[in-house]
């Protein structure tokens, strides 16, 4: 097994957009940190708050998104700067953000792996953790998701979409083996979707005010409206940029092969939880030896 090195980002870098959801206005500021910092975010605009950690404990209950609170402040739809931050394997760093979301940007990671990288990695002395899946072992949720997971020496993950045939979204795929320059190439740019017939609810709720085709791709039964797709299983890339995000709520780096079908943030939080559980026993039993 090979070892490897904490990263974190050689220099502070900003980025500006506005949310998702709410649509504030955001400027995130990724900070390096030291060893065994890992990620997390703290809100500069809540008076008191401090960094709460990017880990499954601290995972609130919001639907369509992965949010975080420490019971004072709270930061949501975080899920597309954690797959940036664990697609580049930069282990220690604090995430500032004015807004209760980061800048959603074109919709995908893209923007905030172009930041990572212009503020460029550095490698640390401490050796980075690794979590993976105890056993083979299938974990099944409602409406027919399911993730598969099994241990490996390296990243595998694989993601099966198929909303049925009325969907506009048609059956799709998608299967990488993790590296950062696969994470750039394949993944990084896959944007959010959503159904057309789906906006309305979303909007009455107050959602997506400032949200356009431009950073969101919106699909009705004649395809994706006023966009055009990178991918044509772009949705597929989408979903496993997503879990990938959640997965790093463990609390390190992944490795292990996982095989996702249709699955959603409550089920990814999941695969996080035992993930992150292993890793405790692990190393109970190394202490223990
Ligand atoms: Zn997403």
Redesign the pocket.
Known sequence: MKLRRQQTIARAIEVSGFGLFGGQDCTLRFQPAPENFGIAFQRSDVSGARPIPAQIDFVAKVPR?TALTDGHSSVETI??VMAALAGLEIDNCLVELNAIEPPIGD?SSMHFVSALLIAGRVEQNALASYFEPAQLGRIDADNGQSIVAGPAEDYSLGYELDYGPASPVRPQSFHIEMTPAVFLREIAGAR?FVLASEIEGLRKMGYGQRATTENLLVFDGQGVQGNTLRWSNECAR??L??AM?DFALCGGRVRGRFHATKSGHHLNHDVARRLHSHKTETSRVRRAA
């Open positions: 998104r899920e597309h919709g959010t989408h979903k940029l997503d995000g």
